[in-house]
């Protein structure tokens, strides 16, 4: 069965045409929701993937991300967890294209950790389901990494921490990383990790001491100013599994959605815990979830 | 004995002529240490305070603060903990102003916390030393709020918390806080104390992730937009209180060297943990803390 669908992030827009989890044409452009108004965005897929719909009359469409936010072409209310593939199937929401053909929109998954609590995703909820996790925890780390437990195929729970945006906060506008120089000393990190273990437990010390710390180390010259940003990223990524660890419970293993940079150091971070890693593309992953849902869209019990 | 003292920030220059703990004249100006080059302090000092230190040609001459930072009119190596005023008043750093006259420069405080951690302060140390606390805690909450634990009038350690930056941070570059609108609602910030409980302990689950949470509980409806700031401040100021109280025990009483409503905050979110405060006023804590050094350093005995 061939599918069309996009991810259409807030800066991003990309295509892809695919047949099961193969792509067999894909386009891009910056045309993401942040950059367009209210009304346009039938515009834009219909002059990027319109050759596609020509091509494939009979083709589901499927549009993923940010496209189903308020900000984006129509939004998509957020489905609830635990949700798998038949569930997200039921909550897309329809938008019109041409000539009474429509394109569905994935909505997103809210999740109360807690009562009263709150956590959301756009967009994570389909690479989770094209992971190949029937059971177990997925980190997929992007600026806002999530980590998502799969239960019998779907998503019972997730977390999401702020910890890319908050490491950029940080390099691009806090005093905190000042004194920070290039070359960066990659030994940094590890040194991160060391510092985030004082933040676990009853003893914790709090992120925000051992973010300030980090700087006192520096100025009184007992740190090098190379490994400032390191330590600060191995800090922030250390607080971040500590914190999902004491929500999930420690598994022997997570599979990681990232590119293999950013994986890098989930692995070197977790290893220290003793956990086992996965590492699978973000990318792969969306094509498979993506084809998942279309399934359950055209065949709702396949 | 009347002495000329200096609190010179990286904003601000504050100069005070004072008998034991009155301020007899001040000045101030917006010639901090960020807007000057080096070479520029005596000159602005002699502008400022030249008057006073020709009607008091024996008055001793105290700066306080930036002054004694790289950034400076000359570097005043951090001095370590535990330290008193005769401590500090032996740690003194001198600089030439005119006719053989000299200003002294308090230098900061180093601190470990733990062996290998690192935490710095540069003006706190006089604060405290003028809060009138021999044995306690002090809370000096400014932009990076400072927990000085005393013993027999030294200070013995200390935290910083860079909380203030990091509502900062939060508010004007973050998108965290885009959907915070006018006018706010102050129920948030107890709220926000509420969330900050769930980070404290074996089970905390991240700051990184709370913050992400106070976003998803707007966009998902769950919370107001006018809450949404209170709510970090709330979240921010609790989590530090976790780690301090982790870090320094649970005190019967605090003492905070804050404007009144940053202090309010304070009272409030220490109630909760059946701690009572005591506010006092930054500026007087400063004046008398220098009135302190100043009689150790005329009197090393006294």
Redesign the interface.
């Known amino acids: 069965m061939r599918v069309i669908v996009a991810d259409w992030g807030t800066t991003r827009f990309r295509g892809y045409l695919i047949e099961n989890e193969t792509v067999l044409d894909q386009v891009a452009s910056d045309e993401g929701v942040s950059a367009l108004q209210k009304g346009q965005h039938r515009e834009i897929f219909l002059r990027r993937c319109g050759h596609w719909l020509n091509a494939h009359p009979d083709a589901p469409v499927l549009l993923v991300g940010m496209a189903g936010s308020?900000e984006g072409w129509v939004e998509a209310p957020?489905a609830a967890c635990p949700a798998g593939p038949a569930d997200i199937a039921a909550a897309l929401v329809s938008v019109d294209l041409e000539g009474g053909r429509q394109a569905r929109i994935v909505p997103g998954l809210?999740c109360e950790?807690?009562p009263g609590?709150?956590?959301?995703m756009r967009g994570e909820e389909t690479l989770a389901l094209g992971a190949g996790v029937e059971d177990g925890l997925i980190c997929s780390a992007g600026t806002?990494p999530k980590w998502i437990e799969m239960r019998g195929g779907r998503l019972t729970r997730f977390?999401?921490?702020?910890?890319g945006?908050?490491y950029a906060?940080?390099r691009?506008?806090?005093?905190?990383s000042r004194p920070a120089t290039e070359p960066e000393d990659p030994a940094g990190f590890a040194l991160g990790l060391d510092?985030a273990h004082?933040?676990?437990?009853?003893?914790?010390?709090?992120?925000?001491?051992l973010?300030?710390?980090a700087r006192?180390?520096v100025?009184?010259g007992?740190?090098g100013t190379g490994l400032l940003a390191p330590y600060l990223s191995g800090l922030?990524t250390g607080?971040?599994i500590?914190?999902?660890l004491?929500?999930f419970g420690r598994p022997a293993s997570v599979t990681i959605l990232a590119s293999e940079d950013r994986a890098g150091l989930y692995v070197q971070a977790l290893a220290r815990h003793g956990i086992a890693t996965q590492v699978k593309s973000p990318k792969a992953a969306l094509i498979a979830g993506l084809a998942r849902i279309a399934r359950h869209q055209v065949r709702p019990d396949g």
């Open positions: 308020r957020y809210f950790p807690i609590a709150s956590d959301v806002h977390a999401t921490y702020m910890t945006e908050m906060l940080l691009e506008h806090s005093m905190i510092a004082r933040n676990h437990g009853e003893h914790g010390v709090g992120l925000l001491h973010l300030f710390g006192a180390a100025v009184s007992r740190m922030l607080d971040e500590n914190g999902a004491a929500q």
